[in-house]
């Protein structure tokens, strides 16, 4: 878990960082003599693609679905959320449930410790790896000042998080530092998944700007009485039905442009309200990173699904309980937590 914390602070993508971790736990698996259908396989893969979910909740700059909400809530309310906000806010609630997630796992999927044997092959592997290269030397430097720069964001500079990553990639691409070169950004770049996610920006700025987002809010929220009802219970109504919804997307970014802007258009047509729009909106943020159910709702979940070390049924059956259990979350910290730091 401590791992995932670590990734989620220096890796923007949750497909990267699970292209990451599902090598390594697949090496960890083949070091122990054990085939891929084995238990032990299951529990680290399906773990580590929900613990991935998780953190993508916990850290401002661990996902694409957090930026494009964020570029809603600044176009609409002409307001952010710094990295150190996001992370006073969203923090405890991941740490909380990594550690639910943790004893639920263990006690679902329960390893065949007796097959494993002892080998020397993670040593050796440890050993083929070499000394530290200048390329990676340069790479943790960079590293290193953006988890500073991003928590600092608004106390001793006045860079947002955008921008500072843009600038850590100019210097990773300058010639003299060449940690890559342009024509391997080229390559390495997936295009396809920024043009999916220009247009999801592009839909969402449609749905604000001709209104369609409030006539959706109109004719569903506000139409089942939503906008009247206790702060808490609204939270809770509308985080159920973000749940649901997400069984038909396959990325939370597309969800992200289509349900934020309804639930921004919903706060903007309350009369009044007695508690802070940005944070409801935010919550329901957290929400759309509740990819926990399928494999088919979250691009980390189909990746690590391709490996064949789990089955649907067994990632449903773990994922009904965390999806549970942090929707219950979301509830209690919304009562307390969330409106004593004011967040709500």
């Not at 906000?85 to 639910?100: C, D, G, N, R």
């Not at 060449?178 to 920006?201: H, N, R």
């Not at 206790?230 to 749940?243: K, R, S, T, W, Y």
């Amino acid at each position: 878990m401590k791992f995932h914390f670590i990734l989620a602070l220096f890796v923007p993508s949750a497909t990267a960082r699970a292209e990451t971790l599902v090598p390594i736990l697949l090496g960890i698996v083949a070091a122990f003599g054990l085939s891929r259908e084995n238990k032990l396989a299951s529990l680290l893969i399906i773990t580590a693609v929900q613990a991935t979910s998780i953190w993508n909740v916990g850290i401002k700059t661990a996902a694409a679905q957090n930026m494009v909400a964020l570029g809603f809530i600044e176009s609409e309310f002409g307001g952010d959320v710094t990295w150190g906000e996001w992370f006073l806010y969203a923090a405890p609630w991941s740490i909380l449930m990594s550690v639910l997630l943790y004893f639920v796992m263990t006690r679902l999927i329960k390893p065949d410790i007796g097959d494993i044997v002892q080998t020397d092959h993670i040593k050796n592997q440890l050993d083929a790896l070499g000394k530290i290269s200048k390329k990676e030397w340069k790479l943790i430097v960079i590293a290193v000042s953006l988890l500073f720069l991003w928590p600092t964001e608004s106390l001793i500079h006045s860079f947002d998080s955008t921008m500072v990553m843009i600038i850590a990639v100019g210097i990773m691409i300058t010639p003299g530092v060449c940690i890559f070169s342009w024509k391997e950004v080229q390559q390495k770049v997936p295009w396809g998944t920024l043009i999916v996610f220009a247009t999801g920006i592009s839909l969402g700025m449609v749905l604000l700007e001709t209104e369609g987002a409030t006539w959706l809010s109109n004719n569903t929220f506000e139409a089942m009485g939503v906008a009247t009802m206790p702060l808490v219970v609204m939270v809770g109504v509308l985080a159920l039905f973000n749940i649901l919804i997400h069984l038909g997307f396959a990325s939370a970014t597309s969800l992200a442009s289509t349900f934020i802007p309804i639930v921004i258009a919903l706060v903007g047509g309350m009369d009044s309200i007695s508690f802070n729009g940005i944070g409801f909106v935010l919550i329901m943020q957290f929400v759309i990173s509740f990819g926990f159910l399928l494999p088919i709702n979250a691009p980390q979940n189909m990746l690590a699904y391709g490996t064949g070390t789990f089955t649907t049924k067994q990632f449903l059956k773990s994922g009904i309980p965390i999806t549970i259990i942090g929707y219950i979350l979301i509830i209690l910290f919304s009562a307390t937590y969330w409106q004593w730091v004011g967040l709500l």
